[in-house]
């Protein structure tokens, strides 16, 4: 959903508020995609305090649907979306990229609500995603969740220079 901000600069003071319906229907990150499971309206409040201002206040919340880093379980991700931020447009395009980091949602005086949206996201992603702290992963032998309980595998690490302490182990299991 693309606004134009050059209507809000005409309307000096005033705030303008929106819902509109945000599109995103997948996050891709990393070579890795992320279904949107649930969504809200995002809503927005524009306004222009000055001459070629521009207020931008955003909120909206976002499910997405992500594998567990260790075991591959699907996890709920929420993100509860906020964005505030002033842009002068009286700047050039490159001093306005400059002062905003990388501003890839706005076009010309056009602002990019998906895009915006997806940015705040991708900032907000985690490093890790778990199904819960003590996931214990699945078994590099079978492919088993370690989660529903042991499998059987025998996981021990296959370097040959271990064999005879592995050996002395499997002796003492014997006694």
Request: with cysteine.
């Given at each position: ?20 319906p945000l ?32 207020c931008?206040?955003l ?20 993100f ?33 609500v998906?895009?915006l ?25 079978c ?9 059987g ?10 064999a ?12």
């Open positions: 959903m693309r606004i134009s901000l050059a209507e809000i600069m005409n309307r000096r003071g005033e705030a303008v508020k929106l819902s509109v599109e995103l229907t997948v996050l891709e990150r990393g070579g890795a995609e992320y279904k949107v499971l649930r969504k809200s309206e995002v809503r927005i409040v524009l306004s222009s305090p000055a001459a070629k201002r521009v931008i206040g909120e909206a919340e976002v499910v997405l649907s992500a594998p567990c880093d260790r075991c591959l379980e699907e996890v709920e991700l929420p509860d979306v906020r964005y505030s931020r002033e842009i002068d447009f009286s700047q050039s395009g490159e001093e306005r990229a400059e002062d905003l980091d990388e501003l890839y949602y706005i076009s010309g005086f056009d602002l990019d998906d895009r949206v997806f940015e705040e996201l991708l900032v907000d992603f985690p490093a890790k995603i778990l199904c819960r702290e003590d996931c214990k992963g699945i078994c590099r032998v492919g088993a969740s370690l989660n529903a309980g042991e499998c595998c025998d996981r021990a690490p296959s370097d040959p220079r271990m005879a302490i592995r050996d002395i182990f499997n002796n003492f299991k014997e006694v």
